[in-house]
């Protein structure tokens, strides 16, 4: 049997709040889940308003629109993401600026973004990848000089701290004028498919509620002021958020105990780089983990993953650059640019199996057939 890369634990309060929805017909967004998953994620986020709607990627067309954010505009961005941050950029007619990874962290390097910010630069767009945070000390310095906004898109982080060098104890997701995350299967919280927009600014706030309800008229409720969307989540998508989100704290620390079974596992195999469990600004989460394949190993991610899966492990490769999607440099973005990091990381790396149902037999499992691809 497979160990797949992900399986999702619905083992809390899922069931009975699902029942309740159809007992009580409340399925559609107008239903009392919806509120309360928006006042969890945005109590736990450190942001005032949370604004649920579909999934984490139309949660950052949203963010992009409520911050009008437009043609001419810049908007930077780490290169080695998901598509659905760049597609927000170029959908709503600005230009993506693409800064590289950290070697070691696999994060946008704040080094690089000074040199990546021009005088039509409106926003920096950060994004938190597979275990630690973007060192947001140095990014908000550049965002506070050149008076920028900030995007947070915290699909992957729910729950995550980051420790400033002030001292300040700051959670994941309170950074951003918008910050988002996502809901989907294999995040820290789950409601099937789904997403959310967190902001403190109560105009933000309501100008993405209006924007995700098609920006239905407040007086005449057919007359349009403006375009939005249908981006609402419905309350049965809800109800299995708010029960994922009470039992949070065993997620992470399950998600903690997987990446110490696989450090353990691992150990002295001197042909793959591994993600630090541990940065002077945060201790690694483990959303997922991932390794890398170094240089003198003589093949790359791809033909790791297959025979892994021939060995019944289910993996995953690492995000692909932007500035190397066919689809977007058609379009003329990213003439000669050039993220070395990024690139490489993208042919080298890919993640084992490493949803909360996990069991130690399997990280074992798993990382013996990591250590076989080298005998
Ligand atoms: C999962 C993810 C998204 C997209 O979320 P969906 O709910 O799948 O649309 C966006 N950004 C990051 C970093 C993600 O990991």
């Not at 500035?323 to 000669?336: A, C, K, N, S, Y």
């Amino acid at each position: 049997m497979m160990i797949p890369v992900n399986e999702p634990l619905l083992t809390g309060n899922e069931a009975k709040y699902l029942v309740e929805c159809v007992e009580t017909g409340w399925i559609s967004s107008e239903g009392p889940f919806v509120r309360k998953l928006e006042e969890g994620m945005a109590a736990i986020s450190g942001q005032r308003y949370g604004v649920a709607v579909m999934n984490g990627s139309v949660a950052l067309d949203l963010a992009i629109a409520a911050l009008r954010i437009g043609p001419g505009d810049e908007v930077i961005l780490p290169t080695f993401t998901i598509i659905s941050c760049a597609a927000a950029v170029v959908r709503a007619g600005a230009i993506p600026v693409v800064v590289d990874a950290n070697p070691a962290t696999w994060n946008l390097d704040p080094s690089k973004l000074q040199a990546a910010v021009t005088p039509r630069t409106k926003a920096i767009m950060v994004v938190h990848i597979y275990g630690l945070p973007v060192d947001m000390d140095p990014v908000m310095q550049i965002v506070r000089d050149r008076g920028l906004k900030l995007i947070e898109d915290s699909a992957e982080l729910i729950g995550q701290v980051y420790h400033s060098r002030s001292g300040d104890a700051c959670m994941v997701g309170s950074f951003g004028d918008v910050a988002t995350v996502s809901f989907y299967p294999n995040k820290h919280v789950t409601t099937g498919e789904g997403g959310m927009v967190l902001t403190s600014d109560e105009d933000l706030a309501e100008r993405c509620r209006a924007l995700r309800n098609l920006c239905f008229g407040k007086k005449r409720r057919f007359i349009h002021e403006e375009l939005g969307w249908n981006f609402r989540m419905s309350n049965l998508q809800a109800a299995v958020g708010v029960a994922q989100l009470e039992v949070l704290d065993r997620t992470i620390k399950k998600k903690r105990l997987i990446g110490s079974w696989y450090n353990e596992f691992l150990e002295g195999v001197t042909e793959v780089e591994l993600q630090e469990p541990r940065t002077p600004y945060a201790e690694n989460i483990y959303w997922v983990y991932g390794i890398v394949l170094k240089d003198e190993v003589p093949f790359d991610a791809e033909e790791a993953m297959s025979r892994l899966a021939s060995a019944g492990i289910g993996t995953r490769p690492f995000f692909w650059p932007m500035h190397e999607q066919p689809v977007l440099t058609r379009m003329g973005f990213f003439r000669d640019v050039s993220c070395p990091v990024a690139e490489r990381i993208a042919r080298r790396g890919f993640y084992l199996p490493s949803g909360v149902a996990l069991t130690r037999d399997q990280a074992e499992q798993s990382a013996a057939a990591v250590r076989a691809l080298f005998e």
